[in-house]
Structures are given as C-alpha cells and as structure tokens.
C-alpha cells in the first residue's frame, strides 16, 4: 500500500453511521469521524474540515465548533439555517440542504392546498359517521395560488398547481422574471385563492403574515405554511380562522411544538401537521447525495454548493 | 324586426335556469326549453335538436327521447356514459363531457395520493388529540405512479405527480406514443408505489382490478380510484385494506352510493369520498362553456365536439 493512501488529507464529521451508509464509501484519504452533536465531540475532532449537522436539531455548543481550528464548512441538512448563523464560527462557510427538501415540502403544501379546497374534512367526518353525502366543492382551476418565496419549494408547488388549470404568482425577495417582489405584495393579495409561505425566516420575513396582510385577503382565502411559523402571527391568524373568515394548513407554528393546549389544537378551519415537510424517509438519499458531493467537492479542491453564508 | 330572426332553427333542452344564464345569450332564432329529466317533457320537445342532460343523473324514460323526431344529439355532462348508450336512440349523437371535469378529479386524485403517502389521517387523529408528534413518512420522489387511463385526467395527474420528482407511467386502451396498452399491465404493476384508475367503464375495464391485479402490487400500494366503482373488486379490496397489505382513496364506489353499514365504511387504510371529483362549482362553467359551444357549433351547421358514439 502506497504511502500516500494512507494519508488523511480530508476529515470529515457525519451524524451517525445511517449517513455513512447512505454518503457510500469514499477515498481512502477521507477520514470519517461519527458525531451527532450532542455532548463532547470525538477525538480528532480538531482536524475535521466539514461537519455535517443532524437534521434540524439545535447546533452543538458554540464551543465544539469553535474549538475546531480545520473548519473549513458546516453542511446542513435543512433549508432554513436560522439558530446556524450564531453558531457557526466568523471563517467558516455554512452550506444548507436546498434541493433536498424542496418536492417533498412542495408535495405537503400542495396536500395542505387540495384538502382544504376539496374540503377533505368534511368528507374524512362523513366517511367515520358513514354517511353518503355529495356536496359541490371549489377545485383549482383558473384559482390564483399566490406563492411566497421562489426557490425550488415555490417553483415546485407553482408547477403542480399549474397542472390543476390554477394561476401560480412567484413572489421573492428580489423581481425577476416571473417573479414578484415581496413589496409588490399588496397588489398582489386580493383575488388569491391561497397564499403558500414558502420563504426562509429572516428580519425581513418574520411576521410578515400579520393582521393587517390577513385583512387584505378575499373570504375563504386558504393559507398553507409550510415554511417557518414566525412568518405568521399566531394570534392574528387565529382570530380570522375562529371567525370563519379564512382556512389554513400549518406545517410549522409558533411556538413550535405546539404545546399542549394552545387554542390552535381546537380551531376551526384549520388542517395542522408536525412539521413533516421536509422529513420523509426518501430525504435522506437525497441528503446524503448532497453531502457525497460536498465531499468530493472539498476533496478535489472545487467550491461547494449551496453556500449561504462565506466565512467572512 | 326582419321575419327571420323570428323563425327558429334550433331548439334545444337544458335542465334547468342556471344552465340556462351559464351558456348566456343565444342567437335569437335559438330557442331554449328547460326540462331537468323527470315527468314529462315539456311542449315543443318535439322540435328539441339537442338535448343537454342534467350532470349525472339518470336518462329520462327512454320513450322521451324516442319521441323527439327532431333529436340530432344528447349532450352529457360527464365523462362517462354508461347508463346512456341504451337510452339514446339510434340515429342520434351521443356527446360526453370530456375536458370539464378532468382537472377537477385530476386534483382529486392526486389530493388522494397525497393524502396516503404523507399519512395526513395519522396527523389529522394527531391534531384532534392536541399531540405534536412527527414522524418520516413517504414521499413521491422517484417513486413510480401507474396512471391506467391516459385521457385529460390521468394526464393532468401525470403532470402533477412529475412536479414532485414522481415517475408517472401511463397506460391507455391502446399504446402509443408514451403510453402504453392495457395488455402491458403484468410488467408494469410491481414496483410501482401507487396505482390511479381514470379508465372509462367499459367491458374490457369492468373489474380489471381484481384478486389477482391487487396480488401483484407490492406491499403498501396506494390504489386511488376517481373513475368507476366497478372498475374495482369491492370485496377483493376490502381483503387487502383489512390485511393492511393496501391503502386506497376511493371517490367512488361499486355498489353506489355505498350503503349504511356496508364494510368500507370502516375499513381501515381507506380515505373514502362521495364521489366529489368533478362536482366542483367551477365545472359548471366549464361545463355550460361546452354547451355553449355546441349549440353555437349546431347553429352553424359545424360538427359537435366530444362525440363518443356517432349515430349508427
């Protein structure tokens, strides 16, 4: 055996050995160390150069990250990076999941959107009452389907909703083409048949589905969030939701888990999951594909993808 | 006021005032008569050139219609025509309504699908209870949708299923460019992660999902069926969703509607709804769209749209 293959040129940190077996084996100069973040890092921790994070849990200490004078990357597996941008040391890229979780959030928004424009509540209480009863509903077609946040989440839902006769409208942080701007959005509101939050949380977002925007759109509006659940105020939403005024789904909430009691558990109009987005069982392969890559990436010297925040 | 535009050149039947407003202003040697079906028909029926029928509903006594010497063409509003190929007499043309309903059971479909797959009764049991528990469940990435029925609707959900990153494998009567026959089924049922039926009822199609073609699916199959209750086994089914070996999202049923007490009622793995796919208050106007084109086509002596059964 050549000396050179015995050298670790690259050390890399993976959260268990499930991402082992899904990243596939690597070249002999790549050293993997197992960490899942929780309590005190492995030996050799001090030369790892990309650590790859469990999948939205909380970062490990500030320190652990730090104290790991190799760091070049920290690879995440979700899309929003929020409690990341703290943690990660000033020098170290921060690399998120887009891509990994954008058909499978899609596919909820999308479940979230039809259940609730095909009144599939009413239907699920008939079918445990055995009861037989046709009732004409709304469908999708020649709807506007107002898509917050164009990224590969909006685009996907746009193209689903698309294929239903419905009127996707893209709106992003920036206007391009095909795509609105988040200040055009009180043009944009009235008329829509549903709002889909598909936005990263930021200072620029956070409660930007508040009273006033809920106001403004049509009765019967449907809001589906699939996003983070500070993007809407809780309150706010609840009081038009209790009024009968507009219907939700809610992947994600705040707070976040709803905790015991919290008046969302009994509101009407309201199709509620636990953030099950993005966490399928078929995320995994895609995720580990994307850290296969990174890792290739770094070993041969190439720039990484989805980096969203440079070292400096 | 010229003498022409006083004579009637067509006469035609539609069921009711609604229809009526939703095709809007006619020529005005066009005259309109409202009959929904039952008793007798109304004076002047004898001159009716088109008779429009309500949306799935019975045929009017067969005598009505043998007794509209003037009869040219029956217009129905749904795709399928089954109860309607013994009541039209000879000679006249038979026209369904292809195109308006397809989007709307297409949605239907896929909020079925997805409705499995992401296991929402699970969350919806979850969200009565006030529990925030998450759990991975499937998605459609990759994951091969068998699509038996290759017309607008199995179409429309080949286009939405694609969006998520889904394999969508349609199969028609007869094979053609991207679609294969009815003949190919044997090879193509195992490995795919749900099957949707938007076949017509026909002979050939008439309890093709029997014993024996729900054995050959894998385990945990999704079977949606939005087309005809006896496309499907009942019983044969039944055996499967009790097993747990199936899952199925029936929008119709065979026998229907399904009767107080009958076992799918409460059979476990079902999403069960009454037959709500295309009833959705926006085929109306596409419906009376349609219409409204045939009876401007007849005016002018042009050939009608959608004839599923010419008159001989």
Do not use: K
């Not at 993976?14 to 690597?26: E, T």
């Not at 197992?34 to 050799?44: M, N, V």
């Not at 689903?160 to 419905?166: E, K, L, P, T």
């Amino acid at each position: 055996v050549p000396v050179d293959s015995l050298t670790v040129v690259l050390t890399i940190s993976l959260p268990d050995q499930l991402a082992a077996d899904l990243v596939g084996p690597l070249p002999p100069d790549v050293r993997v160390l197992l960490w899942d973040g929780d309590g005190a890092p492995p030996d050799g921790f001090a030369e790892v150069a990309l650590y790859v994070a469990r999948y939205t849990e909380a970062p490990p200490p500030r320190d652990a990250l730090a104290n790991a004078p190799a760091l070049v990357a920290v690879q995440l597996l979700s899309a929003g990076v929020e409690p990341w941008l703290e943690a990660v040391p000033a020098g170290v890229l921060l690399c998120n999941g887009r891509g990994v979780h954008g058909s499978s959030t899609a596919e909820l928004a999308v479940a979230g959107l039809l259940t609730l424009r095909r009144e599939l509540p009413r239907f699920a209480a008939q079918q445990r009452a055995g009861v037989w009863q046709r009732a004409g509903t709304d469908d999708l077609f020649g709807a506007r389907v107002l898509i917050l946040g164009a990224g590969d989440i909006g685009a996907t839902v746009g193209a689903a909703v698309r294929a239903f006769g419905a009127v996707p409208v893209l709106v992003g942080r920036t206007a391009r083409d095909g795509v609105h701007a988040l200040g055009e959005l009180p043009g944009l509101v009235a008329g829509a048949a549903a709002v889909v939050l598909a936005l990263p949380l930021t200072e620029q977002t956070r409660g930007l589905v508040d009273a006033q925007f809920l106001a403004a759109l049509d009765d019967g509006t449907i809001v589906v969030n699939v996003a983070r659940g500070a993007l809407v105020h809780t309150d706010a939403l609840l009081a038009e939701l209790s009024a009968g005024r507009l219907r939700a789904f809610l992947d994600v909430t705040d707070p976040e888990p709803l905790p015991p009691g919290h008046p969302l558990w009994q509101a009407p109009n309201l199709v509620l999951t636990p953030h099950v987005g993005g966490g399928t069982r078929g995320w995994q392969r895609r995720a580990y594909a994307l850290v296969r890559e990174q890792i290739l990436r770094m070993h041969a010297g190439q720039p990484l993808r989805n980096v969203v925040r440079d070292g400096f």
